[in-house]
């Protein structure tokens, strides 16, 4: 026999890691899925991944500490790593599969609702823009006389340099 269960005491310990395990499985979902959601870059991932395994050693350490007197063994590892494989392979994959395509829906919500934001801001700029410039019309008076005299003004220097272009040309 490979394993021998010496106590029902032994028996809880590894019924416990087990679900210590599927709970760690579900936690590491939750990363999972707000990587879906909002895309991160990999500082982010990086901190997440510390954060994730820091929590989940230290669920273990207290788990270790509270059922088995802090006596680490092999064999609550290993419940612990077989809890976790069998939610990650099992439900995991049905719950990822499910948010995934809840996930696409929210982010298309929210890139509906930037383009929302970006759009009354957007008007909102351009309002504030024309306002100033009705009201810089309305102060200045003759702002559009001085406006063509600059357009004319720049006709001219631009009628001047192709006169010399061409000039330059011909003679070469």
Not at 114 to 119: A, E, G, T
């Given at each position: ?87 990650y392979f099992t439900i995991g994959r049905a719950v990822f599969s499910v948010l995934k395509r809840a996930s696409e829906r929210i982010r298309f919500r929210i890139a509906r609702l ?6 009354i801001s957007g008007a909102a700029v351009l309002r504030a823009k024309n306002a100033a410039l ?39």
């Open positions: 026999m490979l394993f021998q269960v010496y106590s029902g005491a032994q028996l809880n310990v590894m019924l416990g890691s087990v679900l210590l395990g599927v709970a760690i499985g579900a936690f590491y979902d939750l990363f999972r899925i707000t990587r879906l959601v909002l895309f991160r870059g990999s500082i982010a991932v990086f901190i997440e991944d510390v954060l994730f395994w820091t929590v989940s050693g230290y669920a273990v350490f207290l788990h270790i500490l509270a059922l088995n007197k802090g006596e680490v063994r092999a064999y609550i590892l290993a419940c612990v790593l077989a809890g976790f494989l069998f939610y930037s383009l929302r934001i970006k759009r009705r009201l810089r019309r309305n102060a200045d008076g003759p702002v559009r006389k001085k406006e063509k005299i600059i357009n004319e003004d720049e006709n001219d220097i631009r009628k001047r340099k192709s006169k010399i272009f061409k000039k330059r040309h011909k003679n070469t």
